[in-house]
T-cell receptor, first 113, second 110 residues
Framework: NAGVTQTPKFQVLKTGQSMTLQCAQDMNHEYMSWYRQDPGMGLRLIHYSVGAGITDQGEVPNGYNVSRSTTEDFPLRLLSAAPSQTSVYFC????????????FGPGTRLTVT | TQLLEQSPQFLSIQEGENLTVYCNSSSVFSSLQWYRQEPGEGPVLLVTVVTGGEVKKLKRLTFQFGDARKDSSLHITAAQPGDTGLYLCAGRSNDYKLSFGAGTTVTVRA
């Protein structure tokens, strides 16, 4: 199993550009989530999904959209990038909401100039 | 403000020394997790503690959950350079969401 994969590893955007961060897992996990990690802030939840077709907002959802059309994939979209979105983004999955084991992807480092 | 406060923020010790990292909150959690993160990688789960007062050991790492389920500590005995990394605690609330602390960066010098 590849676990949780994320692409790209690095990305530089100009203010106002849009892009999609890809996330996929091959463990048949129902629960998937996106976090951003900033220095001194820890990991903050952006959006999450408890299953295909179901998504919900986390702690810092503004400026981001998500969709969950399949169990495997959970892309994160930035519609109009802003410098405040410069961060490292992590996708994570676990079998279901109550499962203790959470697996993280390797992260995407995004810089918005 | 951070729901979970970790201390210290940075810790640099010599190989063979012991260290303790603390994770404190005013909130009660149904469980608490500890992760280790290395540069350029995602966090990796080390342990989950569920019961107040619970102590778990993972080789040279000892994790304790406070009696009131508001705080936790991670103790490393005889630290090795391989223990270097960012240690994150995360508390789970009843809606299954995880709240992360800002992390403690541990450096073990050879």
């Amino acid at each position: 199993n590849a676990g949780v994969t994320q692409t790209p590893k690095f990305q530089v955007l100009k203010t106002g550009q849009s892009m999609t961060l890809q996330c996929a897992q091959d463990m048949n996990h129902e629960y998937m989530s996106w976090y951003r990690q900033d220095p001194g802030m820890g990991l903050r939840l952006i959006h999450y999904s408890v299953g295909a077709g179901i998504t919900d907002q986390g702690e810092v959802p503004n400026g981001y959209n998500v969709s969950r059309s399949t169990t495997e994939d959970f892309p994160l979209r930035l519609l109009s990038a802003a410098p405040s979105q410069t961060s490292v983004y992590f996708c994570a999955s676990r079998a279901e909401s109550g499962s203790p084991e959470q697996y993280f992807g390797p992260g995407t480092r995004l810089t918005v100039t | 403000t951070q729901l979970l406060e970790q201390s210290p923020q940075f810790l640099s010790i010599q190989e063979g020394e012991n260290l303790t990292v603390y994770c404190n909150s005013s909130s009660v959690f149904s469980s608490l997790q500890w992760y280790r993160q290395e540069p350029g990688e995602g966090p990796v789960l080390l342990v989950t503690v569920v019961t107040g007062g619970e102590v778990k050991k993972l080789k040279r790492l000892t994790f304790q959950f406070g009696d009131a389920r508001k705080d936790s500590s991670l103790h490393i005995t005889a630290a090795q350079p391989g223990d270097t990394g960012l240690y994150l605690c995360a508390g789970r609330s009843n809606d299954y969401k995880l709240s992360f602390g800002a992390g403690t960066t541990v450096t073990v010098r050879a």
